[in-house]
């Protein structure tokens, strides 16, 4: 795929569909745990041979790239999601220049790994301890990220948990973006070569 951009909309589909979920769960106390799982197992594949392999094949990125297609090209009118974007590429910023923050959450990942190879990511024992991890480490960093919803799901600590747990896998998406060249700009200047990216992989 010749676009230059294949790359870096892949990593913006990984953030579009987490924080899709997020915003789900939220508003709904569901989730769609085929596409979680797809978010959540990205943040274990620290060493992928490639940015598809992070998200373990198009397939399992069709969500985000669906959801990122319709902000690109202006069908998709809710500005929560973008919003809450912005917030997490803020607080990407803020995190990989806290090395002890970083060093905790690799430290966290890799304690977890076996546990989410076993059970699977999407197991409630997994969505704690990710969500525990997100707590006790990037949640302290400034911006907050703040999830808006039902009260009636937000205050039940298994949805509380998971999307934590989802959020950690939405910074391991931002990081990607940034460590692919990602800028605020692209999404200013760049906005016509994001879409057709993005159409490229939804073929």
Do not use: C
């Not at 997100?134 to 999307?163: C, F, K, W």
């Not at 460590?179 to 200047?189: A, K, T, V």
């Amino acid at each position: 795929m010749s676009n230059r951009y294949s790359d870096r909309v892949l990593a913006l589909a990984g953030l579009a569909q987490a924080l899709h979920q997020v915003r789900r769960i939220a508003e709904t106390g569901q989730s769609e745990s085929s596409v979680v799982q797809a978010s959540l197992d990205s943040v274990f594949r620290v060493d992928a041979d490639s940015t598809l392999a992070v998200y373990g094949g198009v397939r399992d990125l069709t969500s985000g790239l669906r959801v990122l297609r319709g902000y690109l090209s202006k069908e998709t009118r809710d500005d929560a999601l973008p919003r809450l974007a912005m917030s997490v590429l803020q607080l990407e910023r803020r995190f990989v220049r806290e090395g002890d923050v970083v060093d905790a959450v690799a430290k966290g990942l890799e304690d977890i790994a076996s546990r989410a190879t076993e059970l699977g990511s999407t197991h409630p024992d997994v969505l704690s301890a990710l969500g525990g991890l997100y707590a006790d480490t990037i949640s302290h960093l400034r911006p907050r990220v703040m999830v808006q919803g039902n009260p009636h799901y937000l205050g039940q600590p298994g949805v509380v948990a998971e999307i934590r747990a989802i959020l950690l896998a939405a910074v391991r998406s931002a990081v990607l973006w940034r460590q692919l060249g990602g800028s605020m700009w692209d999404l200013i200047l760049s906005r016509r070569a994001l879409l057709e990216a993005t159409d490229d992989w939804l073929r």
